[in-house]
């Protein structure tokens, strides 16, 4: 408990410092878009004399406070003018700014929505920001943007593969990464069994992704955090925009409740390719069903005065697979599946240096299997649903310090594997009851500049998790059943307590170059389990119990970040190190039974990861881009498993390579390109196979020790301008996935073919999705 002792000495040191400091006043206010009325989060706000400054919050506030004086005070963000005012300080002041559009562009286009400097300047280390333009600008499968597939171009995440559009952040799993949607988790972001994510673009603001160093607000998961925010709407005037292309089409409108207090944004998403196709597919032999989606994203922001805001906010989206045979045989299948989440913000500001946050959450992700055959019929459902609150405040006692304390509070309700069936006019249904579990947190986290190069964002987070009733709980000792216990609403089989430190520091050795250190301890109390590579709809979300521990995970990273030409260019080389305990998987032969408690067929063991990042930009000029390199192993250790030898795990990849190209050809047309590269998946191999009464009995190698081809693909695109007046843009986005047409593996099977004296023969053969795929899409915007 050192650590965290020392950091909350920090903290408070550096709190009572300022009740000693000369007398200060305070400048605040908000930073809102001139067209649109919108908060404008991560604007840039700093005082030219003093050479000092801060960024607005997620909500647009800022707040500078320093000794009387006259002083310049400069705004500035990207794609719009630089406002500056001179003012006199000499009592607490309110200015509230609205940044305009450029009128004129030049060559030297920025690609990010961030500070020049800001990966030089910023204490937190590890983190990606992404500009919603380079997601809509850079070649997609199928015309989609999408926000998972450019964050797999960042070095130090990859995927599992073609067709995942999961994030696995420095070895971690994609349950590991806590999935922010305006405050609310999103449990599976997975769209068409994970070739898409769920997030429309239309409908973001903003999206960062943390690696390493977590801040002690975000807590709840071991690996990374994905904060995304939503579009708030068009205070000023009514907008339509969208987008039709080769799978599906998005259409958003937004603007005015009320002129410049009250605005409303709705952004919907479906595919229609199974509607054209399905009825065609439905007359063969054996037919096919192609899956669909759709989502709708909505919000709705209100002033209610000066210092209040309200916002409302929801996600709602289902996805369906679905198959039936043909002939007499009846055989079917479907699975639906989906999110639901909703939460309400409500923010207050006191004063000048004092801004507070509150939110509820509702939070709702159903899986359900449908199956019959004949006058058979079988259903199986799973999911998790919240209830949250969370409140947050944020003082602002100087302009080199930023401090927020903030509480969390989740209600979880699991329900695991509960399934009916009918077989022959006689019901069957599980015993299994539905699990509960409250999730508790307190935190403190203060960032300060003690130096000019010395910045430190120190934390603790305190969290308390209790797996609780009302159900009963069925112990087995192996498939028999010898005890039985209930507990209450209020009852706990289990109470779990962890003390969470977090530190970030920069060390800045000139104007252009900083060292960056972060170090985190993290508590992850609910879990998901899977039989297989990837993410699937069907894989299940359990609650830590007297026999599922919390995982816990811990990162230290190190990082060199420096940028060349007046910010050009800009380079970083970070090393890493994570450790993780209390890893939950299946055994090697999982079944899931009737009544038989799924956590009795868990294993546990630990994990560890390290590896070097690599990444160079250029974020200026007409051709603009970035490479990225990973350099990684990924292992895990379970005395259950492969006799306790530690293996590399699925998600271990040596070698990821990404290069992405951007080229502003002129006013209307530019090019764009992706490469990337990565070593293939692991796999346990089949050393030798046996014929043991009449069948074919494999055996196994060590876990995970075959590796799988290599992965790699280029994408190809362009984009032209149609239409771009004050009324009215048009643009039509050219794209060709997979531009060689690489046949990279899915998976491998073994087809196995007898002769006629009893003889057989086994071939590997490997399955592949996506050959050289070509798309158009045309957006629009009015």
């Given at each position: 408990?050192?650590?965290?002792?020392?950091?909350?000495?920090?903290?408070?040191?550096?709190?009572?410092?300022?009740?000693?400091?000369?007398?200060?006043?305070?400048?605040?206010?908000?930073?809102?878009?001139?067209?649109?009325?919108?908060?404008?989060?991560?604007?840039?706000?700093?005082?030219?004399?003093?050479?000092?400054?801060?960024?607005?919050?997620?909500?647009?506030?800022?707040?500078?406070?320093?000794?009387?004086?006259?002083?310049?005070?400069?705004?500035?963000?990207?794609?719009?003018?630089?406002?500056?005012?001179?003012?006199?300080?000499?009592?607490?002041?309110?200015?509230?700014?609205?940044?305009?559009?450029?009128?004129?562009?030049?060559?030297?286009?920025?690609?990010?929505g961030k500070k020049e400097d800001r990966n030089v300047d910023d204490a937190q280390t590890s983190v990606v920001e992404l500009d919603i333009k380079t997601v809509k600008e850079l070649p997609?499968?199928?015309?989609?943007?999408?926000?998972?597939?450019?964050?797999?171009?960042?070095?130090?995440?990859?995927?599992?593969?073609?067709?995942?559009?999961?994030?696995?952040?420095?070895?971690?799993?994609?349950?590991?990464?806590?999935?922010?949607?305006?405050?609310?988790?999103?449990?599976?972001?997975?769209?068409?069994?994970?070739?898409?994510?769920?997030?429309?673009?239309?409908?973001?603001?903003?999206?960062?992704?943390?690696?390493?160093?977590?801040?002690?607000?975000?807590?709840?998961?071991?690996?990374?955090?994905?904060?995304?925010?939503?579009?708030?709407?068009?205070?000023?005037?009514?907008?339509?925009?969208?987008?039709?292309?080769?799978?599906?089409?998005?259409?958003?409108?937004?603007?005015?409740?009320?002129?410049?207090?009250?605005?409303?944004?709705?952004?919907?998403?479906?595919?229609?390719?199974?509607?054209?196709?399905?009825?065609?597919?439905?007359?063969?032999?054996?037919?096919?069903?192609?899956?669909?989606?759709?989502?709708?994203?909505?919000?709705?922001?209100?002033?209610?005065?000066?210092?209040?805001?309200?916002?409302?906010?929801?996600?709602?989206?289902?996805?369906?697979?679905?198959?039936?045979?043909?002939?007499?045989?009846?055989?079917?299948?479907?699975?639906?599946?989906?999110?639901?989440?909703?939460?309400?913000?409500?923010?207050?500001?006191?004063?000048?240096?004092?801004?507070?946050?509150?939110?509820?959450?509702?939070?709702?992700?159903?899986?359900?299997?449908?199956?019959?055959?004949?006058?058979?019929?079988?259903?199986?459902?799973?999911?998790?649903?919240?209830?949250?609150?969370?409140?947050?405040?944020?003082?602002?006692?100087?302009?080199?310090?930023?401090?927020?304390?903030?509480?969390?509070?989740?209600?979880?309700?699991?329900?695991?594997?509960?399934?009916?069936?009918?077989?022959?006019?006689?019901?069957?249904?599980?015993?299994?009851?539905?699990?509960?579990?409250?999730?508790?947190?307190?935190?403190?986290?203060?960032?300060?500049?003690?130096?000019?190069?010395?910045?430190?964002?120190?934390?603790?987070?305190?969290?308390?998790?209790?797996?609780?009733?009302?159900?009963?709980?069925?112990?087995?000792?192996?498939?028999?059943?010898?005890?039985?216990?209930?507990?209450?609403?209020?009852?706990?089989?289990?109470?779990?307590?962890?003390?969470?430190?977090?530190?970030?520091?920069?060390?800045?050795?000139?104007?252009?170059?900083?060292?960056?250190?972060?170090?985190?301890?993290?508590?992850?109390?609910?879990?998901?389990?899977?039989?297989?590579?990837?993410?699937?709809?069907?894989?299940?979300?359990?609650?830590?119990?007297?026999?599922?521990?919390?995982?816990?995970?811990?990162?230290?990273?190190?990082?060199?970040?420096?940028?060349?030409?007046?910010?050009?260019?800009?380079?970083?080389?970070?090393?890493?190190?994570?450790?993780?305990?209390?890893?939950?998987?299946?055994?090697?032969?999982?079944?899931?039974?009737?009544?038989?408690?799924?956590?009795?067929?868990?294993?546990?063991?630990?994990?560890?990861?390290?590896?070097?990042?690599?990444?160079?930009?250029?974020?200026?000029?007409?051709?603009?881009?970035?490479?990225?390199?990973?350099?990684?192993?990924?292992?895990?250790?379970?005395?259950?498993?492969?006799?306790?030898?530690?293996?590399?795990?699925?998600?271990?990849?040596?070698?990821?390579?990404?290069?992405?190209?951007?080229?502003?050809?002129?006013?209307?047309?530019?090019?764009?390109?992706?490469?990337?590269?990565?070593?293939?998946?692991?796999?346990?191999?089949?050393?030798?196979?046996?014929?043991?009464?009449?069948?074919?009995?494999?055996?196994?190698?060590?876990?995970?020790?075959?590796?799988?081809?290599?992965?790699?693909?280029?994408?190809v695109g362009a984009s032209c301008i149609l239409k771009d007046n004050e009324k009215r843009y048009s643009d039509l986005n050219f794209s060709i996935y997979n531009l060689y047409s690489r046949?990279?593996?899915?998976?491998?099977?073994?087809?196995?073919?007898?002769?006629?004296?009893?003889?057989?023969?086994?071939?590997?053969?490997?399955?592949?999705?996506?050959?050289?795929?070509?798309?158009?899409?045309?957006?629009?915007?009015?």
């Amino acid at each position: 408990m050192r650590f965290p002792s020392l950091i909350l000495l920090v903290v408070l040191s550096t709190l009572s410092i300022q009740s000693y400091a000369q007398k200060q006043f305070t400048i605040s206010g908000y930073v809102k878009d001139a067209n649109t009325g919108e908060d404008l989060f991560a604007a840039n706000v700093y005082i030219k004399e003093l050479l000092k400054g801060t960024t607005t919050n997620i909500y647009g506030f800022y707040s500078l406070s320093t000794e009387p004086g006259t002083y310049t005070i400069v705004y500035s963000f990207l794609g719009t003018q630089d406002y500056e005012q001179v003012i006199k300080l000499d009592r607490d002041i309110t200015l509230n700014v609205e940044l305009k559009e450029n009128e004129v562009i030049t060559d030297e286009v920025i690609v990010t929505g961030k500070k020049e400097d800001r990966n030089v300047d910023d204490a937190q280390t590890s983190v990606v920001e992404l500009d919603i333009k380079t997601v809509k600008e850079l070649p997609a499968l199928l015309g989609e943007a999408d926000i998972f597939r450019t964050l797999q171009l960042k070095p130090g995440v990859a995927s599992a593969g073609e067709g995942d559009a999961g994030l696995y952040v420095r070895g971690g799993g994609p349950a590991q990464n806590l999935v922010l949607l305006d405050n609310a988790t999103v449990y599976n972001p997975g769209h068409l069994l994970g070739f898409f994510s769920v997030f429309n673009a239309d409908a973001i603001r903003s999206s960062t992704l943390i690696k390493g160093g977590i801040p002690a607000e975000y807590g709840g998961r071991i690996s990374s955090v994905l904060d995304i925010t939503m579009r708030e709407g068009n205070m000023k005037e009514y907008e339509f925009e969208g987008g039709i292309g080769a799978i599906s089409s998005r259409i958003t409108a937004q603007g005015p409740i009320v002129k410049d207090k009250a605005a409303f944004i709705v952004s919907g998403r479906f595919t229609y390719l199974s509607f054209l196709l399905n009825p065609l597919l439905k007359n063969r032999e054996t037919p096919v069903n192609i899956p669909w989606f759709f989502d709708v994203n909505a919000k709705m922001n209100f002033r209610l005065g000066e210092k209040d805001r309200l916002f409302i906010s929801s996600y709602f989206g289902r996805d369906r697979f679905a198959f039936s045979s043909g002939g007499g045989s009846g055989l079917s299948f479907e699975l639906p599946y989906g999110n639901a989440t909703t939460s309400i913000r409500w923010n207050h500001q006191f004063n000048g240096k004092l801004f507070m946050n509150n939110t509820f959450v509702f939070n709702d992700y159903v899986s359900k299997i449908r199956a019959g055959f004949q006058d058979n019929s079988f259903e199986l459902n799973s999911g998790i649903r919240d209830f949250g609150l969370k409140g947050s405040i944020e003082f602002f006692p100087k302009i080199t310090n930023k401090f927020k304390a903030g509480y969390e509070y989740v209600f979880h309700q699991f329900t695991p594997y509960i399934f009916e069936a009918n077989i022959q006019d006689e019901e069957f249904s599980s015993e299994i009851d539905v699990k509960y579990g409250h999730e508790f947190a307190l935190f403190i986290q203060d960032e300060v500049d003690i130096t000019t190069w010395l910045k430190i964002n120190t934390g603790l987070r305190a969290s308390l998790y209790a797996s609780t009733g009302p159900n009963e709980r069925i112990y087995f000792d192996g498939a028999i059943p010898i005890d039985t216990i209930q507990k209450g609403a209020f009852d706990s089989y289990a109470t779990y307590f962890g003390a969470e430190p977090r530190i970030n520091a920069r060390f800045k050795i000139n104007d252009e170059t900083s060292m960056k250190l972060g170090a985190n301890l993290n508590y992850q109390y609910i879990h998901l389990v899977s039989q297989s590579t990837t993410t699937l709809p069907t894989d299940l979300w359990v609650t830590s119990t007297d026999v599922v521990k919390p995982e816990i995970g811990t990162q230290v990273s190190l990082g060199l970040f420096r940028n060349f030409k007046d910010n050009m260019y800009e380079t970083s080389i970070e090393g890493y190190y994570k450790k993780m305990w209390n890893q939950v998987e299946y055994g090697n032969e999982p079944v899931v039974t009737a009544n038989e408690e799924i956590e009795d067929q868990f294993v546990f063991g630990e994990g560890q990861a390290y590896g070097a990042e690599f990444y160079a930009a250029k974020a200026k000029g007409k051709i603009t881009g970035w490479i990225g390199y990973t350099l990684a192993w990924t292992t895990r250790n379970f005395p259950d498993i492969d006799n306790g030898r530690t293996f590399f795990n699925r998600y271990d990849r040596r070698h990821d390579v990404s290069v992405v190209f951007q080229y502003k050809i002129n006013d209307r047309w530019s090019l764009n390109a992706t490469f990337v590269y990565g070593s293939g998946q692991t796999t346990t191999p089949v050393v030798n196979r046996y014929i043991i009464s009449g069948e074919i009995v494999n055996e196994y190698g060590d876990r995970n020790s075959l590796r799988l081809p290599a992965y790699h693909r280029m994408d190809v695109g362009a984009s032209c301008i149609l239409k771009d007046n004050e009324k009215r843009y048009s643009d039509l986005n050219f794209s060709i996935y997979n531009l060689y047409s690489r046949m990279n593996p899915y998976f491998i099977y073994d087809d196995i073919n007898f002769d006629n004296s009893g003889n057989f023969n086994i071939q590997a053969r490997q399955v592949s999705l996506i050959p050289i795929l070509p798309t158009v899409t045309w957006n629009f915007k009015y």
